[in-house]
């Protein structure tokens, strides 16, 4: 059975069931909506923005234009504008629970206390956003390697990989930033 073609779909989309149309407008429009997407992102989200943007299309491929190239980078940059958006709400997320809830032993001073949690922070910051969040699952949440894979939605080699590095980059971060002030000094200059 053939669908009639949509007068506002390209006619070089327009034979065959909507997929094949879907399918053609992809083969067509991809690789420049890719091109438009690495020029406003990392590598590794490219192939999302993509998939996202054709999977918008598929769905509205009845209100697609007959030029449909500005029309899928519209939702290209939309897309985009909020992966931005929502990262930057992820770290904000983060960054306030992480000093809402860092506890310190209880023999530390408030100002090592605070010190060290900023030290602590500025580390956890260095590392990138799925490091992060491996180290708090584990860390943090005291979640199995194999649990916090599941949560992460990756292979549990995949996570245990992902945490090594993390950790390696936080290790690294905490060696490169400022030492926390140690009390021995303070107190010898009170005793003198």
Same mark, same amino acid.
């Given at each position: 059975?053939?669908?009639?073609?949509?007068?506002?779909?390209?006619?070089?989309? %327009?034979?065959?069931?909507?997929?094949?149309?879907?399918?053609?407008?992809?083969?067509?429009?991809?690789?420049?909506?890719?091109?438009?997407?690495?020029?406003?992102?990392?590598?590794?989200? %490219?192939?999302?923005?993509?998939?996202?943007?054709?999977?918008?299309? &598929?769905?509205?491929?009845?209100?697609?234009?007959?030029?449909?190239?500005? &029309?899928?980078?519209?939702?290209?940059?939309?897309?985009?504008?909020?992966?931005?958006?929502?990262?930057?709400?992820?770290?904000?997320? &983060?960054?306030?629970?992480?000093?809402?809830?860092? !506890?310190?032993?209880?023999?530390?001073?408030?100002?090592? #206390?605070?010190?060290?949690?900023?030290?602590?922070?500025?580390?956890?910051?260095?590392?990138?956003?799925?490091? !992060?969040?491996?180290?708090?699952?584990?860390?943090?949440?005291?979640?199995?390697?194999?649990?916090?894979? #599941?949560?992460?939605? %990756?292979?549990? !080699?995949?996570?245990?990989?992902?945490?090594?590095?993390?950790?390696?980059?936080?290790?690294?971060?905490?060696? #490169?930033?400022?030492? #926390?002030?140690?009390?021995?000094?303070?107190?010898?200059?009170?005793?003198?």
């Amino acid at each position: 059975m053939r669908h009639p073609p949509d007068p506002r779909v390209p006619p070089s989309t %327009c034979d065959g069931p909507p997929t094949a149309s879907v399918e053609a407008l992809f083969r067509d429009y991809a690789p420049r909506v890719r091109a438009y997407a690495r020029r406003h992102t990392s590598p590794d989200e %490219c192939d999302d923005v993509v998939q996202e943007t054709f999977l918008i299309a &598929w769905r509205r491929r009845t209100e697609l234009p007959a030029d449909p190239l500005p &029309w899928l980078l519209v939702v290209a940059r939309n897309i985009l504008s909020t992966r931005r958006r929502s990262g930057r709400r992820a770290d904000q997320l &983060w960054l306030a629970a992480a000093r809402d809830l860092w !506890r310190m032993p209880d023999h530390a001073s408030p100002e090592t #206390a605070v010190l060290e949690r900023e030290r602590h922070l500025a580390a956890l910051a260095a590392c990138t956003r799925p490091e !992060r969040e491996a180290l708090l699952l584990v860390a943090w949440d005291g979640l199995s390697a194999a649990d916090a894979a #599941a949560v992460a939605g %990756c292979s549990p !080699r995949a996570f245990a990989v992902r945490l090594s590095r993390a950790r390696a980059r936080l290790s690294r971060a905490l060696d #490169a930033g400022p030492a #926390a002030p140690s009390l021995t000094p303070r107190l010898a200059q009170e005793t003198s």
